[in-house]
């Protein structure tokens, strides 16, 4: 994760004044696009209710209000630290090392978003004379939030720079100085344009900001696209903002906010707490029964909130203080929490499945429909895993809950439990677009937190609002990167190279499957899931459908092999996430995650060899 920098500016008054009275005014912009959206969408599905007719103009005003939530919220992700960034090698640097390296990486951010933000500004400028199909405005207004976005990431670098101390600030800066002097000199001097050295000097700098300066990934992707269009001149530099703008211009990601929204609204209004109740009720006395219902509750939650770092918080501050109590190791209980959340990378609704939907031609019903069944056989896997373990280092138990204790528990999380059946059964039965589905279960959630168990009121749910805002900014700002850095590797080749090289292994499509696992699971714990998805996605898929993999299947195991990548110990962001909401040291975890990951690798290869494990379920439910 980014941090925020050390405080030492000449006026820090006078500059964090300023940063608040902006994050005010930011606050209310993303909550308002947000409940815009949500306004738009279940509007729609009420008026159409109603009256059998829709609004034909929602589509394109939820994706106007989606990119001022994609490049403002991001921004402020990046200013409140929460901006996805790998800082594994930069935190084994000495202390001063690790200033300069981080206000250098402040620096990057401030030069990609100023030199992002001009070259957005001619794309802007194209497209003030196309409008709209069915609002009376030029889309000239769908860039307008990116070049605000990326004018902000330079105004937020800078107030960054300016909490830090004068010397690390200044020795960064003259170091990026150097730097930026070296790429014009060589370029001068060696004349590369048409060689093979732009895609070299693009991997070069992925990898030193990505692991040495602790940049975000979503700057260092359309960095290097930046630094490799100069280098190559395959194309101007105006399409890398033009390839952020079509990325997230999707109908499919529409719904990945509300989902988020969901998500926080289910943890703040107390619904994952009920659910964990009534899952603990019955078997919650079983040995090591609270890891067991860890694993289930995980079921249960990732079919709600659809992120992956929101299961991790719902469940992990859920069950944390029980698991203490009860005598359990809390480092076991994070190794299991992290395992169990790698299972539900593939239950609907899932955020890495609407992505692989939005960039594929497959169905979401059917990617939703084919994730249910290895979910189930990872779990069976850890459960099993766990029983073994219990009872070998003999874990506690709890009490048994009596039929009063089952029955009140039952009857209070059956409303939370109906909200995945009607998003899967509404997008399944082709009822409700996977946008008006999340957005009815933000509705429905909203009403039960508030009417029926009366935890959210007006100032948190504005709250929910704005946070979920900024998570979504976070995770789309890196889809819109992603797909900036995935074009820039189509331009380059890539995908015909890796189509070479891989063919070679035809002869033998297991080779290939293991190949990819290997691949998805490094580049996972490196990019963490939706860049590592969106690069890699498009270059395997259509290799893997010449080998004769059905791409349902195919699709399930990229994304669980992503999923193993971002929790490995040491390097995966997830681990950290899960350490930091259990509140126990990566050392202690790693040992026991260790040992779980074996199993996840067994569910994985079941899933990757047995088909039907991916397919029975899609093959009698959409015949």
């Known amino acids: 994760m980014t941090t925020t920098g050390l405080q030492g500016s000449a006026n820090p008054n006078a500059t964090s004044a300023v940063e608040r009275w902006m994050m005010l005014v930011l606050n209310w912009i993303l909550g308002l696009a947000m409940l815009a959206e949500l306004v738009i969408m279940f509007g729609n599905i009420v008026l159409r209710a109603l009256t059998g007719t829709s609004w034909v103009w929602n589509q394109e005003a939820g994706q106007l209000a989606l990119t001022v939530i994609t490049f403002i919220g991001g921004a402020m992700a990046y200013s409140r630290g929460e901006q996805m960034a790998v800082c594994t090698v930069l935190r084994k640097l000495p ?9 250098m990486g402040d620096w990057v951010v401030a ?113 290097c696209s930046m630094v490799y269009l100069y280098y190559s001149e395959r194309a101007p530099l105006e399409a890398v903002p033009q390839n952020m703008f079509g990325g997230i ?100 609704p899932s955020i890495i499945i609407l992505i692989m939907g939005s960039i594929t031609s497959l169905s979401i019903g059917a990617l939703f429909l084919a994730g249910i069944m290895p979910a189930m056989v990872i779990g069976f896997c850890l459960m099993l895993a766990i029983y073994l373990r219990a009872r070998y280092y003999n874990m506690p138990t709890g009490t048994r809950g009596n039929w009063r204790q089952m029955a009140l528990g039952t009857l209070t999380a059956l409303p939370a439990l109906a909200i995945p059946a009607c998003l899967i059964g509404g997008i399944v039965a082709g009822f409700a677009t996977p946008t008006e589905a999340s957005s009815t279960a933000v509705v429905y959630s909203l009403g039960l937190a508030c009417l029926a ?20 900014g976070m995770i789309l700002f890196i889809v819109s990167a992603a797909s900036a850095f995935s074009w820039s590797l189509t331009v380059a080749n890539l995908p015909h190279a890796v189509a070479e090289m891989l063919l070679g292994l035809a002869y033998a499509p297991w080779l290939f499957m293991l190949g990819t696992i290997f691949t998805l699971v490094i580049m996972g714990a490196l990019l963490e899931g939706v860049p590592a998805v969106m690069i890699f996605a498009p270059l395997l898929m259509p290799i893997a459908q010449k080998m004769g993999f059905h791409l349902l299947q195919y699709s399930m195991v990229l994304i669980i092999a992503m999923g193993l990548g971002t929790f490995l110990p040491g390097i995966g962001i997830g681990m950290y996430v899960a350490c930091a909401v259990t509140d126990v040291t990566m050392e202690d975890v790693t040992k ?29 439910l959409l015949k």
Request: aromatic share 12%; proline share 4%.
């Open 249 to 348: 211009i999707s109908v499919v990601l529409l719904a990945i906010p509300f989902f988020i929204l969901a998500g926080y609204i289910m943890t703040e209004g107390g619904i994952s707490r009920r659910l964990a109740d009534f899952v603990n009720s019955f078997f919650g006395h079983l040995r090591g029964g609270l890891l067991q219902v860890t694993v289930i509750c995980m079921f249960i939650v990732s079919g709600l909130s659809g992120s992956k770092m929101a299961d991790v918080a719902a469940v992990g501050l859920t069950l944390k203080e029980m698991v203490r109590r009860s005598g359990y190791n809390p480092a076991e209980f994070t190794a299991v929490l992290a395992s169990a959340t790698i299972m539900g990378e593939t239950i609907p």
């Open 592 to 620: 026991r995650m260790l040992q779980y990951i074996v199993v996840v690798v067994i569910g994985l290869l079941l899933v990757a060899f047995v088909p039907a494990i991916c397919l029975t379920l899609p093959n009698l």
């Open 95 to 103: 202390q001063s090392w690790q200033r300069v390296l981080e206000a």
């Open 453 to 472: 168990y009366r935890e959210i009121n007006i100032r948190s749910f504005w709250r929910v609002l704005i946070d979920s805002s900024v998570k979504s």
């Open 111 to 223: 030069g990609t978003g100023l030199l992002a933000g001009i070259l957005a500004l001619s794309v802007l400028e194209r497209r003030r004379e196309e409008f709209f199909l069915t609002l009376p405005i030029s889309q000239a207004w769908f860039i307008v939030p990116m070049v605000a976005g990326m004018l902000l990431l330079v105004l937020f670098a800078l107030f960054r720079l300016s909490r830090q101390q004068r010397h690390p600030v200044i020795t960064s800066g003259l170091g990026t100085f150097v730097v930026c002097a070296i790429f014009f000199a060589l370029d001068f001097y060696l004349a590369f344009p048409g060689t093979p050295v732009g895609m070299l000097w693009m991997v070069f700098i992925f990898l030193a900001f990505l692991l040495l300066s602790g940049v975000p990934i979503g700057f260092v992707l359309p960095l």
